[in-house]
């Protein structure tokens, strides 16, 4: 059970001080035993599948029978996010439904589906990493911590997106990334762990793992602040 939803306090006191200095924070056992061997099955029957391929799921009908569905609809994740907001924020949050993606890295796929750098669209997302590598490449989680504001124009959004989103800013980042230098930061992902960041402000994306290794996480985004003028969510790399 989430030690912080169950009416520890502490427990998420000292994730949002990880968070204020980290630009990332996480929660340890968030899953139950029984949830993580629900979704890892999930994960490997589908992967068994198309083996050597990416395998993508957006949205909880394409996870039905995973779990994840399952968790995406709880209070107990909705209640977490809510708070992540408001701390994030110092607004009242207002429910919404999550954008959930499920990512499973696995073969020659797995460079193409890595070191894209981009803000979410989202302000809260929830990363939970169910089969990560441990040997190898791992597939590090990469990220600069809160490298913008908020925007309250959809189109001053647009354009930082497009900034970030091109030929240039991406090589500058990877060459930071793969020499280890600031500002990007780099996190080994815990399966079972919940993992929570402002994906709108963080720039972030991950390593590649080896291709005879699989990383699969799951992702759930929560309150879009340009909902309203938004062509759609796209499939999120984390």
């Known amino acids: 059970m989430n030690m912080a939803l169950r009416g520890d ?35 490997d029957d589908a992967v068994a599948r ?12 394409e996870m039905a029978g995973s779990g994840l569905d399952e968790l ?13 907001y408001e701390h994030m924020t110092g607004r009242p949050a207002q429910r919404s439904d999550f954008y959930q993606v499920l990512r499973c890295l696995s073969g020659p796929d797995v460079n193409t589906h890595s070191h894209f750098y981009h803000y979410d ?9 169910i089969r990560i590598p441990t040997k190898g490449k791992t597939g590090d989680f990469l990220l600069i ?11 001053r959004n647009a354009v930082d997106k497009v900034l970030l989103d091109n030929r240039i800013s991406q090589r500058v980042l990877r060459f930071l990334a793969e ?19 402002c994906g709108y402000r963080t720039i972030h994306t991950n390593e590649p793992c080896d291709e005879d290794q699989l990383r699969a996480t799951a992702l759930f985004h929560f309150a879009n602040p340009h909902a309203g003028h938004s062509r759609g ?3 999120k790399m984390a």
């Open 72 to 84: 995406g609809a709880s209070d107990r994740l909705h209640s977490l996010a809510e708070r992540i």
């Open 50 to 61: 198309r083996p050597g391929a990416y395998v993508g799921f957006n949205g909880p009908a």
């Open 145 to 155: 911590p809160n490298a913008r504001r908020y925007r309250r124009s959809y189109w």
């Open 9 to 43: 306090e502490f427990e998420l006191a000292r994730a949002f001080e990880d968070l204020r200095r980290d630009g990332i924070a996480s929660i340890p056992n968030f899953l139950t035993d029984e949830e993580f061997a629900r979704m890892g099955k999930f994960v």
């Open 179 to 197: 020499r280890r230098l600031p500002p990007v930061r780099r996190v080994k992902l815990e399966p079972g762990r919940m993992y929570f960041f």
């Open 233 to 235: 969510p796209r499939a």
């Open 121 to 129: 669209s989202y302000v809260v997302t929830l990363l939970v990493p």
